[in-house]
């Protein structure tokens, strides 16, 4: 399981985001640690190193890319994430270039997001369940899912038979070796 501090100073999407992480890693919500500000995102630093940052460029008390730069100094294998709504008016130093995953733009929306978090979170976590070992038609599979549907809908949906869309759900929970509520949970948040 990966630990992650997000650092956003407006607390709508810092819940948001809170949820999205939580759910992409399969944590409760409550263990992913939050701060809207520098000083107490140096506060929590202090106390316990996460594995990655989740921060937003531009805070109340400061840069995010000078939080960023202590956060990776004696650590060169750290990694964060940037979301910004500037993205395109602003260059990363170079002493961060290894370590940004990537630098978000808030205006691009859901899916580069969950798919940034995603990648990090399989890169720190080889646990997490391998999308890469489904097939299309799984993923598909799994997409209609992620929409509520029971087999028979999807097989329905598909217009494939039953049998063969069970045949999908199990090959897909032998092969992520997730299966019920964890699936849902990640179909609904699939980072494609």
Not at 187 to 192: G, M
Request: with cysteine; glycine share 4%; aromatic share 4%.
């Amino acid at each position: 399981m990966s630990d992650v501090l997000i650092v956003e100073d407006d607390l709508i999407l810092l819940d948001f985001l809170s949820q999205e992480v939580a759910n992409q890693i399969n944590v409760p919500e409550k263990k992913i640690r939050k701060a809207t500000c520098l000083k107490a995102a140096r506060h929590l630093l202090s106390k316990n190193r996460p594995d990655w940052l989740l921060i937003d460029l531009f805070l109340p008390d400061g840069s995010g890319v000078d939080l960023a730069e202590e956060f990776v100094k004696d650590h060169s294998n750290s990694k964060v994430l940037i979301l910004t709504a500037q993205a395109d008016q602003y260059s990363l130093p170079a002493s961060l270039l290894t370590n940004v995953h990537s630098l978000i733009n808030k205006a691009e929306g859901l899916a580069p997001l969950r798919e940034a978090i995603w990648e990090i979170s399989r890169e720190i976590d080889c646990n997490l369940p391998d999308l890469a070992s489904l097939t299309p038609r799984q993923l598909q599979f799994l997409e209609l899912i992620g929409e509520s549907l029971d087999t028979a809908q999807i097989a329905n949906r598909m217009n494939i038979s039953f049998s063969t869309a069970q045949t999908h759900r199990r090959q897909i929970t032998r092969r992520l070796g997730i299966k019920g509520s964890a699936l849902l949970t990640l179909a609904k948040n699939l980072p494609v």
